[in-house]
């Protein structure tokens, strides 16, 4: 299993960002994906999850109606549009899959959220 995530990045409060996790190295159609993320001196915590069809199962209270989790499976990519970004969205985030019961991560990409 290998996830790779893209696009984070500086963006003012306000402002969006898209994250992008190409999987490789299993059946990504076959399996539910999910984002987490980490700040500073916190544990890490899901942010949202997505069934292997598309539909949306799960979603921080903190960002709902703000972030938008999406797939495409011909592409084998999972991604996370962020609108509306507060400084407390501050963190590392990571996609995520859990492959014969094993949980894998990506290596993470920086979003910070500041003027």
């Known amino acids: 299993v290998q996830l790779v995530e893209f696009g984070g990045g500086l963006v003012q409060p306000g402002g969006s960002l898209r994250l992008s996790c190409a999987a490789s190295?299993?059946?990504?159609?076959?399996?539910?994906m999910s984002w987490y993320r980490q700040a500073p001196g916190k544990e890490r915590e899901l942010v949202a999850a997505?069934?292997?069809?598309?539909?949306?199962?799960n979603s921080a209270g903190s960002v709902k109606g703000r972030f938008t989790i999406s797939r495409d499976n011909a592409k084998n990519t999972v991604y996370l549009q962020m609108n509306s970004l507060k400084p407390e969205d501050t963190a590392v985030y990571y996609c995520s899959a859990m492959v014969g019961g094993v949980r894998s991560w990506g290596q993470g990409t920086q979003v910070t959220v500041s003027s």
């Open positions: 997505i069934t292997r069809a598309g539909g949306n199962i």
């Open positions: 190295g299993f059946s990504f159609s076959s399996y539910a």
